[in-house]
């Protein structure tokens, strides 16, 4: 009679421990899934479209600071001459406008004065633009490492620069020589990394 008592008692403890198990693994599922979902608010949250945009800027006028530092201390270590391409685009330009940047006539000194000017505002203003392109697709390439986040903004704004003198007539990249490649695509580089790295200092928490 005992047994059979302690048997009886055993089966009715099943449904209990049933419970038990139950609301433990569903206890155990809703905190795993907790953790989850912090832990992509904290690592991939979204960004606001501005946001990404100011950062880009930003991230765009410290690359172009990284472009030129690196060209001048190539222009120190090498005694090389600086280039003379920006200015040449710009009088092409006035050329294709039909147009004079000084009434002293296009060969005077006034003239020659304000393409250079206008030619160091023309890189600005690429770096500029090229840090706004990269924070309108940054968004868009999350689990992209960092370094091919650099060579890819590099290359782009090379591509960017080297383009439309290109196609104005005036530099063609497939006649140049190889110190003239690295003497272009380190400094690009350069401002690729630097543009990558400062949109992610400037919006952090995103990996």
């Not at 960004?47 to 765009?60: E, F, H, T």
């Not at 280039?83 to 000084?102: I, M, Y």
């Amino acid at each position: 009679m005992l047994l059979l008592w302690g048997a009886g008692r055993l089966v009715d403890g099943f449904p209990d421990r049933s419970r038990m198990m139950l609301r433990f693994r569903s206890e155990f599922r809703a905190r795993g899934a907790g953790t989850q979902r912090s832990n992509r608010s904290r690592a991939g949250k979204p960004v606001p479209m501005n946001r990404s945009l100011l950062a880009g800027l930003a991230a765009g006028a410290a690359g172009t600071t990284a472009l030129n530092l690196v060209t001048y201390l190539d222009m120190v270590v090498r005694a090389r001459p600086s280039s003379s391409t920006p200015e040449e685009t710009v009088r092409k330009t006035e050329e294709l406008a039909h147009s004079t940047l000084s009434s002293e006539g296009p060969d005077s000194q006034s003239a020659s004065n304000r393409r250079s000017g206008l030619g160091a505002l023309m890189g600005i203003a690429a770096g500029l633009c090229t840090g706004l392109a990269y924070g309108l697709v940054r968004p868009r390439l999350d689990g992209v490492p960092l370094p091919v986040l650099g060579i890819g903004a590099g290359l782009a704004a090379n591509v960017g620069t080297s383009g439309p003198m290109a196609a104005l007539g005036i530099s063609d990249p497939r006649s140049w020589s190889a110190s003239s490649w690295v003497s272009d695509l380190i400094p690009h580089l350069a401002f690729g990394l630097t543009t990558a790295a400062v949109w992610e200092l400037a919006l952090p928490n995103r990996r």
